[in-house]
C-alpha cells in the first residue's frame, strides 16, 4: 500500500493483514497512515475508491427505494 496512496483526505476501502473483511478509513498525508476512526491501520495490504451508490433503473439509491 505505500507504493500508491490516495491524495487527499477522503474515505476509501482498505485491505487489513488481520481482517476478513475491509475496513473504511482514510489516509492522512501528513503521517503517511491509513486510519480508522482516529485509530492507526497497521499492515495495510491495499486500498481502492469506494464504489459508486447503486441506482435503479429511472433514478434513485436504494435509500431512497420504498420496502
Aim: hydrophobic share 35%; no cysteine; proline share 6%.
Amino acid at each position: 500500500a505505500k507504493d500508491s496512496v490516495p491524495d487527499d483526505d477522503r474515505y476509501i476501502l482498505i485491505s487489513v493483514a488481520s481482517r476478513a473483511v475491509p475496513v473504511i478509513g482514510i489516509y492522512d498525508e501528513m503521517h503517511e497512515e491509513f486510519f480508522k476512526d482516529d485509530t492507526k491501520i497497521h499492515y495495510a495490504e491495499a486500498w481502492m475508491e469506494l464504489p459508486e451508490p447503486y441506482e435503479k433503473e429511472g433514478g434513485g439509491t436504494i435509500s431512497g427505494a420504498a420496502m
